[in-house]
Every structure is written in C-alpha cells, then in structure tokens.
C-alpha cells in the first residue's frame, strides 16, 4: 500500500506549526533565564543546539530510509527519545524556571499547536494521506484541546481552576491520541506497507516536536500550578 504524497504546501504548513512549537520553547527558556537572573542567551543557544542534533538525527533516519529498513528497532528509539527527552527536560532546572516565572496563560496557551496540527491532519485524511482514525472523523478529539488553550488561555492567570481544566482534558486525549497511533501504527507494519507514514519526513517530526512538546508541556504546566 502506497500512500498519497502531500503537497509542498501542505508540508510547509506542517513544518510552519513544528516550527512555531520549537521557537515558543526557546522562548519560555529565554524569558526564564531573564527573569530568575539566569545567562537567556547562552541557555537558549544551548537548547537550540540540543534541539537541532536532536531533530537532524531523526532527519537523517528518516530520509536514508534507515528506519524503513529496520522498523522495529529504529522507530521504538525514536518514540522512547520523543518521551524521555522532553520528561527530562521539564523535570530539570530548566523545566522549574519555566514554571516558576512563565505565566500561566502562556502554558496553557502553548497547547494551541495542538488545533492547527490536528486541521492538517483533516486535510490529510481528506486527500487520502492518513486514516480517518487519525481526526476528529474518526476517534481522535485531540483538537478539543487546542480549542480550549486557544479560547480560555488568557483567563489562565486569574482563573486557576482553568488552567487545570484544560490540564487533565489535555493529558487525557494526549493518552487516547497515543492509543490510536499505536494500534494504528501495528496495523500497517501487519499489512506490510512498504513505506508507512509515521516513519516519513517530515510526519516523522511530529514525534519529538508534537508529543515531546505536549509531554513537556503538561509537566511544566503541572508544576507551575503546584507552585501557583
């Protein structure tokens, strides 16, 4: 089974939103380290490097058709990473100075990605790119979340009980996203799909971006919120 290439537009798009993800968390770096008298310019390009060793590795799996050749090996490390990496991250200093200084509504408005990634991946479905178990058409109502940071997030700093509103309702369709890809994902190594698309550039980015980012940032939410 083959599946239909996306267009260059709608690429773009995608790696427009991933894009916004990775500068929104060297901002919160940047602004933390300037307001607990921290070095923001040099954690920040620290974090950028890290980030971009991270990503071009992925990359570079991706595009060689490496992890096409060795699905079962390569794609669970690039999973475990996509979660170790952003738990460690907001368990670290790093992780408390954001959730110490940050305002809330940033955090939770952070979650906003979360609408446009899921628009894209109903214009996906429509064009026979992904399934439709991957939308709101199918089981995925991850969208909610997005809608809600996007709608409630600047009463976030008044209002507290909002913010751990949108908190557990994130965190909960975070894990039923994370069940649909996983059974989805069995399913096209079962049928022998030659190339399936959560091993493809950039959908690939989606993993340490889009989940890494919705890890870190349910934990750092959590933990302003403990600290509020």
């Known amino acids: 089974?083959?599946?239909?290439?996306?267009?260059?537009?709608?690429?773009?798009?995608f790696g427009l939103v991933?894009?916004?993800?990775?500068?929104?968390v060297l901002s919160a770096i940047y602004y933390s380290n300037l307001r607990l008298l921290g070095d923001p310019k040099k954690e920040t390009i620290k974090s950028f490097a890290f980030i971009g060793v991270w990503l071009g590795i992925i990359t570079v799996l991706s595009l060689t058709g490496a992890i096409n050749q060795l699905p079962q090996l390569l794609y669970p490390l690039v999973m475990f990473f996509s979660f170790v990496i952003p738990i460690w991250f907001a368990l670290?200093?790093?992780g408390a100075k954001i959730a110490l200084s940050v305002p809330l509504a940033f955090l939770v408005g952070f979650h906003v990605f979360r609408l446009p990634i899921n628009l894209m991946l109903d214009v996906w479905v429509e064009d026979g790119i992904l399934p439709k178990a991957y939308t709101w058409?199918?089981?995925?109502?991850?969208?909610?979340?997005?809608?809600l940071a996007l709608i409630f997030a600047p009463l976030a700093?008044?209002?507290?009980?909002?913010?751990?509103?949108i908190n557990i309702v994130g965190i909960v369709l975070f894990f039923h996203v994370l069940g649909i890809d996983s059974v989805l994902g069995i399913t096209q190594i079962s049928k022998g799909m030659d190339s399936?698309?959560?091993?493809?550039w950039p959908f690939i980015l989606a993993n340490p971006i889009g989940i890494g980012g919705v890890v870190a940032g349910h934990i750092i939410l959590t933990r302003a919120l403990r600290y509020h």
């Open 1 to 13: 089974m083959n599946l239909t290439p996306a267009s260059t537009q709608q690429l773009l798009v």
């Open 18 to 24: 991933l894009l916004c993800v990775v500068v929104m």
């Open 92 to 94: 670290s200093d790093k």
């Open 137 to 147: 058409i199918g089981i995925n109502y991850d969208v909610v979340t997005g809608m």
């Open 157 to 165: 700093n008044r209002y507290r009980w909002i913010a751990w509103g």
């Open 196 to 200: 399936p698309f959560v091993y493809q």
